[in-house]
């Protein structure tokens, strides 16, 4: 039998605060290349980090009855070349995504494979503007957000996958985008790169009431907020909503490590929803999965014609996976984090 | 100049938390009875005494810019009979709904009169189930809620005129309905009168992970949570909800003697709706004023077959309205609170 030599991050241990070495074990084992019908051998090239992979770590029920499993490949979706075929239309050196997870290699059914054109776009914006961040920035804003040209569209992680797309996305609406990231230099980027009206750094805010009323000099009002993080920037947005504004749930990294064991306390703020009649929706990728031709269909487009800006964070080393899936809830990353094999 | 002697409630200071002698003083004077074309002479019979007036005394702006004015007549609904006319069809004793507040006697132009049919039902209705709660428990369940045959609705502030309704609506939606109210006999009456499929009181439970469990045990999970009350009990519920569960905010009724103003600390729960893709909407009456007609064209029917309990708790004397109003908050009516004049 011939076999090849694997490497695989192997989820060991639930983490309470920040994922560290302890919660992983990178292992190194013999894989057999015997192919079966309709498989394929690839070989991963980028590896996705994703904050949902931390939600998964949770000891709660989340979006899943069951967390992750203990004592298995950490799961997660990948760009990967075919090595070996025995699968029709699959062929050495193709391009393809899969969800194979942390490790080198494995052999994938074909139903499992889902080809990337390397001439629409580089093969990395699978894992982002063309994949599962692209998807829910486009159906989080246009199903939830709902935004009107000359609305003002608040997104908070304005910098990260989802939130870079969000803001240009909004932008393509004709809404007035303001961007909250933490630090100057995202908040740079946010204005003169990715043409936000405003950013905001959240970090330079010592409370909600000092960032709200930034956030309302600069807007006046929110109207649409797209909600990436969670705590103190939410507790000085919601204040601010206007009538009938949308507030979609994304996700709330900022309380990732341990708000969703024991959550922290923040001010009661439901009331404002009564005043403006407004509305909070929280909103999954994996819902809109049957819908990706139809983001793809529209960004596509505008990926091809080099107007949208996907900017990439590499990490280079398949040893780096745990503290690059970390440095997501603690780093300096702009825009999809991935890293290279 | 013919006058008759006239009694007001005027609003004179702003409540911090709850309502007292202190923040009305009762005047007495003598109002002319002359009356102008077009205008009417009535004299209030019932008045309604409602949660939301509570949030018109804040002092941060709510769904109004600008709180109640003070040392004006506490604004609010009546049911009045006529006593002189100067209008084209209503005649004296003709029965009429009005928003002249907390007065005994008023001179109204016609516009600001709605004619009450006392064969439809009792007048009181006009300030209950046909009035405004019950187009605030129709349309805040139907076009917010949107609960389906099977479901579990949950409701908060059961016992109370908007909830007691809530409840038997979601019941005619074919609905499994849990009413949570404060105290024993509440809770009797919503299994016993109203046919609620469990009653919970929450005043028996310490904490929200408690009545929550109780929540969870009876119910198996929340479709729909129609909220009047916010606090613990919200806190229990969020948890509990199910995948694409609908909260309605329809009131905060534990919030609103101080947490209007400087919001309590509760838990972070937006985590929440992301799992599940939930939404959360705020709704007002006022929003569905205009849709009056499709609420009384299905309710009215019920109420005059005997159908629907409307019940109401009557407070006897003008003279009780600012204490009525607090009581609101602290006390233990069922159904509508009115005050008799």
């Known amino acids: 039998m011939t076999t090849l030599t694997q490497q695989q991050w192997i989820y060991r241990r639930q983490p309470v605060g920040q994922i560290t070495a302890e919660h992983y074990e990178l292992v190194e084992q013999q894989l057999s290349t015997t192919l079966g019908d309709g498989e394929a051998l690839i070989e991963a090239r980028w590896f996705s980090v994703d904050p949902y ?12 009855t069951e967390p992750h499993p203990l004592n298995t490949v950490q799961q997660g979706a990948v760009v990967a070349q075919v090595l070996a075929s025995n699968a029709p239309g699959f062929a050495v050196g193709d391009w393809v995504q899969s969800y194979t997870g942390w490790q080198t290699h494995a052999r994938v059914h074909a139903s499992g494979l889902k080809r990337i054109d390397p001439e629409l776009a580089p093969v990395t914006t699978a894992l982002g503007v063309l994949g599962m961040p692209g998807r829910t920035a486009w159906f989080g804003l246009t199903e939830s957000g709902k935004p009107h040209a000359g609305e003002v569209v608040v997104v908070s992680g304005a910098a990260g996958a989802v939130g870079s797309l969000v803001v240009q996305f909004a932008k393509r609406h004709g809404a007035r985008v303001l961007g909250i990231a933490g630090g100057a230099a995202k908040c740079d980027w946010l204005r003169n790169v990715l043409d936000a009206d405003w950013a905001i750094d959240y970090k330079a ?8 009323a930034e956030i309302k000099r600069l807007t006046g009002g929110v109207d649409v907020y797209f909600d990436n993080v969670g705590g103190m920037v939410t507790d000085a947005i919601i204040p601010l909503i206007n009538r009938r504004a949308r507030i979609v749930i994304c996700g709330q990294i900022s309380q990732y490590s341990g708000g969703l064991e024991t959550p922290e ?9 009564l005043y403006q009649r407004a509305t909070i929706q929280g909103m999954l990728a994996r819902d809109y999965l ?52």
């Open 53 to 64: 992979m931390r939600i998964g770590q949770s000891s709660k029920p989340t979006y899943d």
């Open 205 to 212: 805010y010592a409370d909600a009431d000092t960032l709200g």
């Open 265 to 273: 306390l923040g001010p009661r703020l439901l009331h404002h929803m």
């Open 290 to 341: 049957h819908r990706m031709d139809e983001m793809i269909h529209i960004v596509a487009p505008w990926v091809k014609a080099g107007e949208i800006v996907f900017e990439e964070t590499v990490i280079d080393g398949f040893a780096q996976l745990p503290a690059a899936l970390n440095s997501l809830f603690t780093g300096e990353h702009r825009g999809k984090l991935l890293v290279k094999a």
